[in-house]
């Protein structure tokens, strides 16, 4: 019987979603110091330049179950765009947009989206994004039920509103900032227990 472990890990920024890189001198999961199993592996992907929650597991019914696109499981991000996004652009967002994908067009689903009151609080990026004093900036809270790639930024450019900084909060019922995971920094790794991955 096989023994299958479970573990979150808040990526930094400039950090591949892999435990090897594609060309020298990348970060990678390895940096991050935890004693994990040879065989645990990230579930799904963030970008390098993106941040947050990254679930890992040597599970491979978690993999299949949280990749497929019909599971519809949820992801939330926290980005902060350039400009201040209009409700017309929010709606948008809401419906769905046109993005590319490998070259063709393609529809996003439905999302859950709206402005945050205030910035998040979030551990300093480094390094910081450029800020330009003539250009106002908001965070947005996004929730996603598929996940292509770069799929969030796409989406906030569809609208005319570029992505400055992404965070991910968020995969299923685990989100950095409540329960468990209520402190998760940059870099570090928790092992949590399987008691909701697969139900139904």
């Given at each position: ?12 920024y400039g950090m591949l979603s892999q435990f090897t890189p594609d060309q020298p001198g990348q970060r990678t999961l390895a940096e991050l110091g935890a004693h994990l199993p040879k065989d645990v592996y990230p579930v799904g992907r963030l970008d390098a330049d993106s ?150």
């Amino acid at each position: 019987m096989p023994v299958y472990r479970y573990y979150v890990a808040y990526k930094p920024y400039g950090m591949l979603s892999q435990f090897t890189p594609d060309q020298p001198g990348q970060r990678t999961l390895a940096e991050l110091g935890a004693h994990l199993p040879k065989d645990v592996y990230p579930v799904g992907r963030l970008d390098a330049d993106s941040e947050g929650l990254l679930l890992l597991t040597n599970d491979p019914r978690l993999n299949a179950r949280l990749l497929r696109p019909e599971g519809g499981h949820k992801r939330v991000y926290w980005a902060q765009v350039e400009g201040i996004p209009t409700e017309e652009a929010l709606q948008a967002l809401c419906q769905g947009v046109v993005i590319r994908i490998h070259g063709k067009p393609y529809h996003t689903r439905p999302a859950r989206v709206r402005l945050l009151e205030r910035p998040p609080e979030l551990p300093p990026r480094e390094p910081p994004i450029r800020f330009r004093k003539s250009v106002p900036d908001r965070w947005v809270e996004i929730a996603l039920t598929e996940g292509k790639n770069r799929q969030v930024r796409r989406m906030c450019a569809a609208v005319g509103y570029p992505v400055l900084r992404l965070v991910r909060v968020q995969i299923g019922p685990l989100r950095i900032g409540e329960g468990a995971l209520g402190n998760l920094q940059p870099a570090e790794v928790r092992e949590v227990v399987n008691d909701w991955l697969l139900e139904d």
